[in-house]
């Protein structure tokens, strides 16, 4: 077993009532009582302990009934003015006696609570452990610890066997990781041609936690509509895969084609494709026309003329930061589903981009190139951050404290768009000098992109016609 809960729902959802569950849960493999918080040295065992096994809970402020029958019987609960101290001891013991550092979740449930004899004036500390793929946490003292049984204490380890099976338990998760990033998709050869961004996303990158979105097809399907959307995410092709899921943007489209997709598993993994809109004329001149629509292409073909570009293959990226907007909003609703509140993981993998020059419509970009130089992808595949395992990854906050569903969407989109843009060569944001200009950078990005899906687009859709 890899998890266990004696609640039906996550440990953020917690209240205090459902507390009684513990009158039939006996303390053992994955669950241990403490009538007060311990010192810091016995939280470090028990927390490394759970880690180091299968996982588990660590209720504070909880006595149990006997050694004969170890449910939880009492809980006389910590006084409220200590919980601050009791977490900071947690978070100390785990952080300065224990490497690594293992993950843990902590949830306080307040009394008063007459069921469960819980005073108004006291709480119960409530740690959930999940097992870990980062074996083995070894203590302080140099032990290692699991739990065993139904010992309510961790019992040392020092069974070569099980020593190397701790070791070695992240192989198989560094495996899937590796075997994720190495899946790329299966390119035409005309699509070889393509330069294409690979959006991967991941909620539990080392798979510690219990994920899996439960909704039936539908729902899972709505998910992707655009009721209520703040940008244009056109998926109109929403079928089942073996995994989960398969969005895709098939309208006025060949589908044979990879077009923009998004392809998604119930344990909140994702790929999504998006292709990029690129130009090869045969003088820099030729841009005029096929970036017409944007403020700044004179200055972008200025710079082109200053380093003496001839053969050239550009980039269009100012589609990118509109669909990643859409992409978190999507991904918001995901995580809902699955019942995920924290923040999730980002890599993002360019395709096809040999020897390509990325546009961007903002003077701020521009003003880079001129001072620095052209960027330019020499390698077909560039990959931000760089690497194929779990922790090859960056974070995209949840930024709970923002009320609206569309602001938060589209600061994780900016939050996205930095490995994007260090695949390209192009600095993110807080590296570049916003001094000279009113517009901050992720601004002139969000109006490059309606730009790009407005009025050049217009103008696209009508050159096509007319040729």
């Given at each position: 077993m890899d998890y266990y809960s004696p609640f039906n729902k996550a440990l953020c959802d917690l209240q205090t009532a459902d507390l009684s569950a513990l009158k039939q849960t006996s303390e053992g493999w994955y669950v241990e009582y403490k009538r007060q918080m311990p010192k810091a040295v016995a939280v470090a065992k028990s927390l490394s302990a759970f880690a180091n096994t299968y996982g588990g809970w660590l209720f504070v402020g909880v006595e149990e009934t006997s050694k004969e029958n170890p449910v939880a019987g009492a809980f006389p609960g910590v006084p409220k003015e200590d919980i601050d101290a009791a977490l900071q001891l947690m978070r100390k013991s785990a952080a300065d006696l224990l490497n690594p550092?293992?993950?843990?979740?902590?949830?306080?449930?307040?009394?008063?609570?007459?069921?469960?004899?819980?005073?108004?004036?006291?709480?119960?500390?409530?740690?959930?452990?999940?097992?870990?793929?980062?074996?083995?946490?070894?203590?302080?003292?140099?032990?290692?610890?699991?739990?065993?049984?139904?010992?309510?204490?961790?019992?040392?380890?020092?069974?070569r066997f099980v020593l190397d099976q701790l070791w070695r338990r992240a192989d198989d998760v560094k495996r899937r990781s590796k075997e994720w990033y190495d899946h790329d998709p299966e390119f035409s050869p005309q699509e070889k041609l393509q330069p294409y961004a690979r959006i991967m996303l991941v909620a539990d990158k080392r798979e510690e936690r219990d994920i899996w979105i439960t909704a039936e097809h539908d729902a899972m399907r709505s998910v992707f509509g655009l009721n209520g959307m703040l940008s244009i995410m056109p998926f109109d092709t929403i079928y089942t895969s073996s995994e989960g899921l398969v969005a895709r943007q098939l309208s006025s489209n060949d589908p044979s084609r990879l077009g923009l997709t998004w392809r998604m598993s119930r344990n909140l993994t994702s790929d999504v494709i998006v292709p990029l809109q690129f130009y090869q004329p045969d003088l820099p001149t030729g841009l005029v026309t096929d970036l017409e629509g944007y403020d700044n292409v004179d200055q972008f073909i200025k710079v082109l003329d200053k380093y003496n570009i001839s053969t050239i293959r550009v980039v269009d990226l100012n589609c990118l930061f509109p669909i990643l907007t859409g992409v978190a909003e999507i991904q918001q609703r995901l995580c809902a589903l699955a019942g995920w509140s924290e923040e999730y993981h980002v890599k993002v993998k360019v395709l096809n981009a040999w020897r390509t020059i990325p546009f961007v419509d903002s003077s701020l970009v521009l003003e880079e190139y001129e001072k620095y130089g052209l960027p330019m992808c020499l390698d077909s595949v560039s990959t931000t951050p760089y690497g194929t395992g779990p922790d090859a990854f960056l974070a995209v906050p949840t930024y709970r404290e923002t009320q609206d569903v569309h602001a938060r969407a589209y600061l994780q989109a900016a939050a996205?768009?930095?490995?994007?843009?260090?695949?390209?060569?192009?600095?993110?944001c807080g590296l570049l000098d916003e001094e000279s200009t009113d517009v901050t950078y992720y601004e002139a990005l969000e109006n490059a992109g309606r730009r790009a899906v407005g009025i050049v687009q217009e103008l696209r859709i009508e050159r096509l016609k007319t040729n």
């Open positions: 550092s293992p993950h843990f979740d902590t949830k306080i449930l307040l009394g008063p609570d007459s069921e469960l004899g819980l005073l108004e004036n006291r709480a119960i500390v409530c740690a959930w452990v999940p097992k870990s793929t980062n074996t083995p946490h070894v203590h302080k003292s140099g032990m290692i610890y699991r739990r065993v049984s139904d010992s309510s204490e961790p019992t040392p380890e020092n069974d996205m768009f930095v490995p994007a843009a260090y695949a390209f060569g192009v600095l993110p």
